[in-house]
Structures are given as structure tokens and as C-alpha cells.
């Protein structure tokens, strides 16, 4: 799905949302209130600038708009794989654009993810996966990495990993994988534009209180040991 086309769709035209450099930021009217909206799109490749610039839109709607909701519309291919983006620190400044969408959060504001086209490593980590919730369309993409390549790096046979994946999720792509995880909160349907302004309408009402990712995972099957390890290490602590 092209962003203009979901920003059409939910937001019709009350909206101020543009694209520069594979960065989408603007806001947007819904329900008579207003939302922040940043992203990325074209499978944008998350470099240090792109993810410092999506950390400083961030840091600019904590200062200037406090409390004001977030929707993160996802597009990317994971991280930029350049040596000069690793030689100054792509770890450093994902890792930051994370901590910015963590201290939105902490400091009151709603943070929704989409997922809209495709989603892939530490691209998807630093941003989807950091929201309050996140949420795609059902013909988007997303995983870790390809079978194959995950093979080259576990170094264990194809067909084995594609056994696996037939019986647990954190071995297989697809969205369907990432919602039995608790990683992806649900689908939203985009038939229509009224399907999707009222999963985003749901959306915003939901509480933010709890995080309850790994929970969900264990509900549906995806995670089946990671909420009771939390809890565990929890009591421990």
C-alpha cells in the first residue's frame, strides 16, 4: 500500500503530511483531535541520519506538543547495511531513536504503530515494536530475516528452519506469525476507508497502562515462556 493512499483513506485531506528523503512527517485531524504522524516509506533503509531525524521529530512533539498521540506508518527494509553508516554508529543512533519513542511514552503520549507495506529487522525493532501497540495492514510484510539467510547465520539447514516454522512462529515471516507472538496487537482491514478510521478510532481508546506483548503471545500460542520469565525475573528482582 502507497502512504498516500492510507493517509487518504483515514485521513481524507485534514491532514499536513509529507514526504522528504524517505521521511514521512505531519499531522493530521481525527475525531477532533490532532495526531502527530512521522515514518518512512519505499522500504526506506534506516540509516544514522534517517533514524536521527525520525529521533528528533520525536523529541520536537514531546517538547512542542505535549500529551499529543503518535501514529508511526511503517515502511522499511531494516537498518541501512553501508560501512560508513557502521563506522559512525547505526547501533547507537537506532538504539536512540528507540529511547525517544520509549520516553514518549513515558511522558504521556499515545504511540501507535503501522505497519502498512513492509517491516524487516532492526528497522521494525526500533520503531513498530517499541509503540504502545503495533498494528498492520494484511498485505504487509514481516520478518526477521528470510529462511535462507537465516540459515547462512544459524548455520543450520534450510529445511529444518522450514520445518520449524511450520509449527512456531519465531522461526517464520508473515504477519499472522507476528500477531500469534503478541507483536503485532491485531490486523486492521483496508478494504475500505471506513474499516480502517474505525481499527485507528479503536486504537486510540485502547490503554496504554500495560505493555502486554508478551502476555498476548502466550495467550495465542506465539510466546509460549516468555511472559511467565518476565514475571519471574520480576518476583527476583
Known sequence: MKWETLVQSLFDTQHSITEQNLFLQGNAEFDGQTLA???????????????????QAVLDIIKNHPGR?????????GQQL???DELLGINRAMAHLGMCLDLAR???????GLVYDQALSGGFITSGLIADACYAVPEAEIRVMRIPAMARVTKLPEAMLEELAQSNPVFAPGVGNYVAMGGIESVWESSSPEQLRASL???LAQSN????????GAERGGRRLAAQIIEQVLQAS
Open 37 to 55: 504522524v512521522i515514518g518512512t516509506t519505499e522500504h526506506a533503509p534506516i540509516g544514522v541520519a534517517l533514524a536521527l531525524t525520525q529521533a
Open 69 to 77: 498521540s503518535l501514529l508511526l506508518l511503517i515502511d522499511t527494509q
Open 82 to 84: 553501508r560501512r560508513r
Open 106 to 112: 513515558r511522558k504521556g503520549h499515545k504511540v501507535i
Open 201 to 203: 478510532r479503536a486504537a
Open 209 to 216: 497502562n500495560q505493555d502486554r506483548r508478551a502476555s498476548e
